[in-house]
């Protein structure tokens, strides 16, 4: 069964979403539609990184999927494919597939010829070039006959944490926010482990609070299971499941989560000092 997957920042109350799934069961009815989210904030491309690079992986090889998100039609910008790790990803050539694949090279890119010919109307890219190009793939077609392959595309780059040798400190910052309003860094494990060779310890400073432990689960911040209820609210470091260092309150939300108790903004910086 093909699979075509939706993200964008549509939201879920106008007609946007369901005039695109229309459009696909309108050419294949047989296809499998899957919702990422729709609820990305408007034009945020790192966001939409943050949530397709941890999403695409559990979908089987071949998937096609669609990024909505700032591809509102401009006859001055392409709309690209890239056939990468396996799968199709189809948005605006506006940056956003360079952030999901930062550190992996697409096997290809394709500048999307469909609707652009001079008399050809766009005028929602969603469902007038991203929606015929992804049933095509879907049916099993070739990129080729609904694109031309081109050598680059948009290049944004991703914020990076740096290592700072002479403060011997870690230089990151807030990429993402979830639904629980924990803090998503850009501080890989495997960076701090590398950075911190030779230091026992370290303290992880944002604002005016510190941390001095990272644990490896949110249940890990749990020690005594029959004391559970009394570890809620409890604030931690943890390593998520992308291997990013997060800052979390032990069963926290949107409104008592880390986001509100911390106050951190996306792009605020996260400091990890090693001694």
Request: overall charge negative.
């Amino acid at each position: 069964m093909s699979i075509i997957t939706l993200t964008s920042d549509f939201g879920n109350l106008d007609y946007r979403v369901a005039a695109v799934k229309g459009s696909i069961l309108s050419l294949n009815q047989k296809v499998n539609i899957i919702d990422i989210t729709h609820d990305i904030q408007a034009f945020n491309l790192v966001q939409t990184s943050y949530i397709v690079r941890n999403a695409y992986k559990h979908f089987p090889k071949n998937t096609v999927h669609i990024l909505s998100v700032d591809s509102f039609h401009n006859k001055s910008r392409k709309n690209i494919l890239y056939k990468a790790d396996g799968h199709y990803f189809i948005a605006a050539d506006n940056g956003l597939l360079s952030l999901v694949f930062f550190d992996i090279k697409p096997e290809a890119i394709y500048e999307i010829t469909l609707n652009n010919r001079f008399d050809d109307i766009v005028n929602f890219t969603s469902t007038d070039v991203f929606v015929p190009a992804a049933v095509h793939l879907a049916n099993g077609g070739l990129p080729e006959v609904i694109g031309r392959k081109i050598d680059s595309a948009k290049q944004l780059l991703f914020p990076k944490p740096v290592f700072n040798d002479s403060e011997k400190m870690i230089i990151g910052e807030v990429t993402y926010i979830d639904n629980f309003g924990n803090i998503i860094s850009n501080i890989s494990k495997d960076f701090f482990e590398s950075s911190g060779k030779g230091y026992e310890n370290f303290t992880i400073k944002f604002r005016n609070l510190s941390l001095s432990r990272i644990f490896s689960s949110h249940t890990e911040v749990v020690s005594d299971w029959e004391r559970e209820t009394e570890y809620h609210g409890q604030s931690a470091a943890i390593f998520n499941d992308s291997q990013l260092l997060e800052l979390t309150i032990y069963k926290g939300s949107k409104k008592n989560g880390a986001k509100s108790l911390f106050g951190l903004n996306v792009g605020e910086n996260i400091y990890i000092e090693f001694f």
